[in-house]
């Protein structure tokens, strides 16, 4: 068990470096960073020295370390386009993405698993065909524009939910969060909805797909031989089974989710990192998009890690501590 | 055999084929094909079935702007959809868009097929540190959301490319980034036939009588991975008109000048609040049509190709 | 003699297809007594495992029972609602399948599977529960039960997940017991001793046992009558050291003269020409008519029903009256 965490960690940590080896190229060669922070009057001289004193002149290996040792410690560097610390800006985003990214987690998960077990035990019933239509459509319908039919009705004609922004926010120091007021739970509502949809589609559609391998299964079928009741065949034994792989998946599409987050954040202009990201892409603002690259992977890896761990608790199979009777 | 006896044996041949049958017997997949075809052709021959061209501000009159569906009061017969704010014919934009989506989603599976495929046979084929190094770049990418991926190369190329060039190159930058973004799968389905083809003898014995690897693996291999390339291509479509409509959503796909599905919901999104609410509808149901009908489409050549999953006979 | 535990009587089993039906199990009669072990031997998809899934009321759809009664000590459970049959399957009948090694879920130890199937059927409490799970396992023949109760299947060897399967079928005491090739998968050497673990805990018990197989020496070690399927029919029904000694229907020669012996000149095997047919072409008449050396005219035209021909019940016109022509 700790041997295997060790080499996950380890594995991560070639994924980090690889992905700051990416934010670092842009970072470094997409542009120029000196044409970037100075203005068209600064002299050549000038820009020598900024140049000496950013290190841009030394060898490629050490700026990469020194770019490697100021994420960790949490310096990204200067926007191009607001000029302020990337760090900071990141920061005053954050709390609004993890918070929308979680609530829509949460609707995803706790909507996506009872229907994809109804769909899987009952394949023939009128609600799974309506669950199964309602997964093609939240499959095909574009994220944007669930979200624009969703302020088209009720924003716009039934004019009960806000349409924008999270509503007022309370100031937890290092956090913000809208999740105390009840305008702050009005205006996360469509935006978690439209962020979940996707999700909760995928999730309903795996657990289905899962379950119906898992009902397929000798031990499954045994069970009944046992005689057991159907709640212990079904959610005792096949939706335990099931859970597992569907661990792994949901837990990876957190992940997705906060990347997933930059649209609905367009939508509603939620003011999150993703709406920061989208406004760098379109600057160019090379500073900005590294960091959120390299934040969102070290989010996935995070989360990779720990679906990892948690797969190893729930599955006895993985467990290496007892041995394996021979012959 | 006359022609027509030809023709003859092979619709019925068709029509016998298990394929066919399973196509038959689902009506909404009927339907699906018909609607992708009917959005396909319309899309194809949209300057000659509209009666505007979009693009051409000549052809646009700001007296005709915010005209509304024909139902609605107001609504004009010459505008059967209304009109955007620029006075542009809803209908004829749809179709214009959906030529745009359509072939930058046809451009990019292309694209990320090629990709794939080739890293795909190259992996399976030659195995070893190749092989592992490809995978685990796959493993990675496939970790992250295409459309971050497709972000990521979008902003890069803003930065790399020349600004006043941009525009021009703006559909080629797309294109690019969603093929980039959705070549895994691809390779590695290929892969997987590959390995399994690899170690069938008649590969074997065509390696034994010296015929060049290239050549096993394009006559011998590529074939019969092209069941499952099918199925990937298909669903990555519908996958890439989908990324396509959400970065012109966002502002960094296809340039103003050449408005896809995607950029017509964008400007609509302005108008939701005003009431012209026919601009961002309209298009977002085609574009949903569009994406739904491929995607039946795909389901339903999986689970054709997939006989685990193909009712068959009991024992 | 008693009346029998188990009679079914013309079981009829079918499949719909797109093709059409089929039918598996065609007009099946068969009975056993209390205490006795019935073999059940033929090639796979003569229909054998179908029966006894029948029986228990566990066909995977679209499979059903077109027609035929199965009575249990008398009474039919045939057609009986859900939730009756359940609480018979594990309770009054016990199963045991062909593959021990995906019979139990990996996620469960095989104490909380036991204890879990006693809770189900027998009104104890979890510790009698677990104490009676200890008692099975030992029975069995797990060594160190104690410890190895709180393990998961993947801890035990092939043969030992069967004998934990068998404690599984046998812990509610079950008066009959269905085993489907119950050692087709594990070793040779361990086949001899799970049959022989059977053949005594069902005789301590006084258990029935249905033992469906295609391995005639299993038949000849274990039961006290055989019945013999083809595509779905039976064709021989008989005490076993008649029907090995002297078998009568064609196809039975033709097993027992595949079958090696020690001592016996390997060329000298016959085989049976051709293969069973398939179920959507099964020919009129005998089923085994066009592979049959002995075939007659009538075995094409009409289908012969078992009768009587001393200890035994046979299938075939050699041994009655040809029917007249034009029937």
Known sequence: MIALVIRRLLQSIVVMLAVALIGFTLFRYVGDPVAQMVGQETSLQERAELRERLGLNDAVAVQFGRYVGDIARGRFGISYAIDRPVADLIAERLPATLELSFVAALFALIAGIPMGVYTALHPTRLLTRVFLTISLIGISLPTFFIGILLILVFGVWLGLLPTFGRGAVVDLGLWTTGLLTASGWKSILMPAFTLGMFQLTLIMRLVRSEMLEVLRTDYIKFARARGLTDRAVNFGHA????????????????????????????VFQWPGMGLLFLQAIQFADIPVMASYLVLIALFFVVINLAVDILYHVVDPRLRIDRGVEAG | MTAIARLRRTIARVRDHDLWHDFTASRITVAAAAVTLAIVLAALFAPWITPQNPFDPAELDLLDAFTPPVWAEGGDWRFVLGTDDQGRDLYSAMLHGARISLLVGFASVLLAAAIGVTLGLVAGYSGGAVDATIMRIADIQISFPAILIALLIDGVARGVLPRDRHDELALYVLVFAIGASGWVQFARTVRGST??????????????????????????????AMGPVLVIATIGLAVAILTEATLSFLGVGVPPTQPSLGTLIDIGQDFLFSGEWWIVVFPGVLLAALILAVNLLGDWLRDAFNPKLRKGVAR | MSAPLLEVEDLRVEFPTR??????????????????????????????????????????????IAAGTVRLAGERIDGLPHEAIRRIRGRRIGAIFQDPLTSLNPLYTVGEQIVETVLTHLDVGARAARRRALELLGEVGIPAAAERIDHYPHQFSGGMRQRVVIALALCAEPELIIADEPTTALDVSIQAQIIRLLRRLSAERGASVLLITHDMGVIAETADRVAV????????????????????????????????AVGRDVDSLAQIDGAMPRLHEIPAGCAFHPRCPSAVAACGRDRPDLAPSGATEVACWLYRPEPAHGR
């Open chain 1, 239 to 266: 939706l335990k089974n099931t859970l597992v792989p569907v661990i792994t998946i949901t837990g990876l599409q957190l992940g997705s989710i906060i990347a997933f987050a930059i649209i609905t954040e367009t």
């Open chain 2, 195 to 224: 390995l399994v083809e690899k170690n069938r003898e008649y590969v074997q014995a065509a390696r034994v009588i010296g015929v060049r690897p290239a050549a096993i693996v394009l006559r011998h291999v590529l074939p019969n």
């Open chain 3, 19 to 64: 093709r059409g039906t089929l039918v598996a199990v065609d007009g099946v009669s068969f009975s056993i007594a209390r205490g006795e072990v019935l073999g059940m031997v033929g090639e796979s998809g003569a229909g054998k495992s179908l029966t006894g899934n029948a029986v228990i009321g566990l066909l995977e759809p679209p499979g059903r």
């Open chain 3, 229 to 260: 399927m083809y595509a779905g029919r039976i064709a021989e029904i008989g005490p076993v050291r008649d029907v090995l000694k002297a078998p009568l229907h064609p196809y039975t020669r033709g097993l027992m003269d595949a079958i090696p």
